[in-house]
């Protein structure tokens, strides 16, 4: 059985600023003009872009959002459970193949939102991988605060303080 040390290591993870362990594999090298993007980008962005991420069962993807759609795909390891804060309030979705539990092997975040995740077992990890398109770029990247999550969702209190840090 593969550990979560076996893919880091082999894929060459690193630390992400959010939680967890990532590597870019794919940029796209065509680019989208900044006159042709929504305000709300600073600059040119690539066609999309993708990466691995994995987060072992002690880490957690803390809440943050960015400009563009984000599709996570599951590739290895256990379920995890995705947790997006948006006008409706709390939406969770979980990653990974069981169906018959509501797992999902892909799982789609609209751009601007809220959202962070978590693995469901204990003593396990989850490998995915996550297109971005618009491209990422840090630029577009922002972590929420506690404070600013439980002035808008006051009622989410106990996944806010999970996934956020205390500033």
């Not at 509501?102 to 990890?125: K, M």
Request: charged share 20%; glycine share 8%.
């Amino acid at each position: 059985m593969r550990t979560a040390d076996y893919w880091i290591q082999n894929l060459g993870l690193a630390a992400h600023p959010e939680g967890g362990f990532f590597k870019e594999t794919y940029r796209a090298a065509g680019t989208i003009p900044h006159a042709t993007l929504p305000g709300t980008f600073s600059g040119e962005r690539n066609f999309s872009t993708a990466i691995y991420f994995l987060l072992r069962s002690h880490d957690k993807s803390l809440f943050h959002r960015i400009k563009s759609d984000e599709l996570w795909h599951f590739y290895a390891g256990t379920s995890l459970s995705i947790y997006i804060l948006d006008q409706n309030g709390l939406t969770i979705r979980l990653l990974g193949t069981d169906l018959v539990k509501g797992e999902q092997p892909q799982v789609i975040i609209p751009a601007n939102v809220w959202f962070g995740a978590a693995v469901n077992d204990p003593d396990s990890y989850t490998l995915a991988g996550c297109t971005v398109a618009p491209g990422f770029d840090f630029q577009d990247f922002e972590m929420a605060t506690q404070k600013q999550l439980l002035g808008q969702y006051p009622d989410q209190g106990d996944i806010i303080r999970k996934l956020t840090l205390v500033q």
